[in-house]
C-alpha cells in the first residue's frame, strides 16, 4: 500500500474485509484502491463545519473524510438498511467522534443546511450535483468522485478545483464546486 491508512480506516477496512461477500458492499478484488481513491479525494478538500456523503453504501468517501478532517462533522448517509447498518458498525468500532450515519433517503435531507457534500458513484455525476446544489449553503462545496473526467455543469455551480490521481494505472478525478448563488 503507497499510503498510510489512518486508525479508523485501518478499523474499516478490517470490518469491511468481514462484510463485504454477505452484504456486496464492494465487488471483487483487492480493497485498497477503495481507500486509496478516497484518501487522494479527500486529501485537499477545505472541509469544515457540516458535510454529507450521499450514498454512503460502504463508506467511501465519508469515512476517509471524517478520520482525515476530524474538525469536520460528517454524515453518511444510507437507505439502504443493510449497509446503514455495516456503517453503524464500523463508527462503533472505529470511535469516529465527528462521524454518523443517516439511515435515510437524501430527499429527506434538510436544504440549504450543509458546508459541504460528497458523492462517489451515487447517482451519475450531472444529477448527484443537482442534488448537491440542494443542499449546500451559499458558498458550499460539493465534491465528485469521478472515474472520468466529464465535469457536469450546473447553473448555480462552479469548478474551482480539479484533482486529478492514478488509482491502479487508471485515472480518476475528485472535482470541487462552490454553490455561487
Sequence with gaps: MA???????ETHRQVLEKWR??????GPGPLEPHFEDAAQAVSWIPAEGHWVDLGSGAGFPGI???ARHPETQVSLVESRQKRAVFLKQVLLRSGLPNAEVLHQRTE???????????????KPPQEALE??????QTSGIAVLLLAKLEIPKCPGMEVFHVERYLIGG????????????
Design 3 to 9: 499510503f498510510e491508512l489512518t486508525a479508523a480506516e
Design 21 to 26: 461477500n454477505a452484504m456486496d458492499l464492494v
Design 64 to 66: 476517509a473524510l471524517a
Design 108 to 122: 429527506g435531507l434538510s436544504l440549504d443546511h450543509y458546508q459541504g457534500v460528497i458523492s462517489r458513484a451515487y
Design 131 to 136: 442534488e448537491a446544489k440542494k443542499l449546500l
Design 170 to 181: 487508471k485515472e480518476r478525478s475528485a472535482v470541487g464546486f462552490r454553490k455561487i448563488d
